[in-house]
C-alpha cells in the first residue's frame, strides 16, 4: 500500500513538474511576443525622436519613456504589465487579483491643463484611488457603451470630452480611468490593452492630446 501511495504521488509530481514546465516556455513566448507587439506598435503611432525601455522583471512588462517635443505632446510614457501567463501556480492567482493585462499611459502635453477631470469606471478599483482635490470636485454618475463611470470635475465640459474620447475607443469598456491633473499637467489613461487595436488606440490618445488639449476646454 505504502508503496503504491509513494509511486502515485511520485508521478503527480513528475507530471506536475511536466506541465510546469511546458506552462512557462509557452506562457514566457507569449508574454514576450505581446510586449514586443506593443512596443512595435505604440511605437509606431508616437514616433518618438528618443526614446527609453525598463524592464520590469521577469516577464512581466516593462516601462517606456518617449521625449516626442512636437505638436502639443513634450513627453509620452506608458507601462505594461501582463498576466504571469509563465506561472502554472501564479497565473490563476493573478486572474482574481489583476484580472487583464494593463497599460498605463502617462502624456505630457505643452500646454497647460487648468482644471482637473476624471472619469473612473466604476467598481474597477478595489481601493479607491487617491485624488488630492477629490472634496472640491463635482460628482456625478454616467453611463458610457453600458458600462457605468464616476466622473469628478470641475466644469462638466470637461467630462464630456473625456466621454468622447472613451466612446471613441475600439472597446471603450476597456477604459478603466483617464484624467487630466492640473498639479503635474499630465493626460492619463488606464486600460486593458487588446493586440489587435493598440495603434488604433495610442493614435486616439495623441489625437485628443494634440487637438483637445492644446485648445480649450482644458488649456483656457
Known sequence: ???????????????????????????????????????????DVV????????????????????????????????????????????????????????LYFVIKPFADIKREAHLIQKGYYRLKPDIENEPLLQREEIEIAGKKYEALFEKRRDVEKLKSLIESMSKPHNIKHVALTPKTNVFYVQMKPEPETIGEDVKKLVEFTNREIKESPFSS
Open 1 to 43: 500500500m505504502d508503496l503504491t501511495l509513494t509511486s502515485t504521488l511520485l508521478w503527480a509530481i513528475m507530471i506536475l513538474a511536466a506541465i510546469t514546465s511546458i506552462q512557462f516556455y509557452k506562457g514566457r513566448k507569449w508574454n514576450l511576443q505581446l510586449m514586443y507587439h506593443y512596443l512595435e506598435s505604440i511605437e
Open 47 to 102: 514616433k518618438p525622436e528618443d526614446k527609453d525601455y525598463v524592464w520590469l522583471g521577469g516577464y512581466i512588462g516593462f516601462r517606456a519613456n518617449y521625449k516626442v517635443n512636437r505638436d502639443n505632446i513634450r513627453k509620452f510614457e506608458y507601462t505594461l504589465t501582463l498576466l504571469p501567463r509563465h506561472s502554472l501556480l501564479y497565473f490563476p492567482i493573478a486572474l482574481i487579483t489583476s484580472r487583464h493585462d494593463k
